[in-house]
């Protein structure tokens, strides 16, 4: 039976269905985390909801903080076998940020110490804005997340965002 929360033609679906063979490390009704196939570095983990969503703008909040949840409490562990002081959180959400898999998922990547992380923040060459420019875009999108929201609310009650 085709479980209509899955899409056949997603990777993760395919894995959650158990159509594809990956390293589980945790997995409960809700939510599965197995090793990246094409690990940054040694012990990369990918934390994925099972209900398919493109990309965390369409999961629903309460199944958000349970794959963050789940995320928090692999760390420690990640952390003591991999022997990295550091794992990187990061989540792609949409093809302009990199999203391959487009069903949301956290990258959860140990660095070693000295090794090169591709994201390094701040950025040295970033220019600094001024405080005006930063009040500015701080107001800006604080008005566009109520716009959004009175948006959401306005919607009739069996109206779905679409996927
Ligand atoms: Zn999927």
């Known amino acids: ?39 940054l570095h040694r012990g990369h983990v990918l934390v994925v909801p099972k209900a398919h969503h493109k ?21 420690p562990g990640l952390r003591r ?15 302009d940020g990199g999203q391959d898999v487009f069903h949301f998922h956290l990258h959860l990547i140990p660095v070693p110490q000295g090794a090169p992380f591709p994201l390094q923040l701040p950025d040295p060459n970033a220019e600094v804005p001024s405080r005006s420019a930063l009040d ?6 604080v008005r566009s997340i109520h ?5 959401e609310a306005a919607l009739p009650e069996h109206a779905a965002i679409p996927r």
């Open 55 to 75: 990309n965390l703008f369409y999961v629903p909040e309460e199944l958000a903080t349970r794959t963050f949840a789940v995320a928090k409490r692999i760390l």
């Open 136 to 141: 500015a875009m701080a107001t800006h999108i």
């Open 81 to 95: 076998a991999t022997g990295c002081r550091a794992v990187n959180l990061f989540s792609p959400n949409g093809a």
């Open 1 to 39: 039976m085709v479980d209509p929360n899955q899409n056949p033609t997603c990777v993760f679906c395919r894995i959650i269905g158990g159509d594809e063979t990956v390293s589980i490390i945790h997995e409960d009704e809700e939510v599965i985390a197995f090793l990246d196939v094409q690990p």
């Open 147 to 151: 716009d959004e929201q009175d948006a």
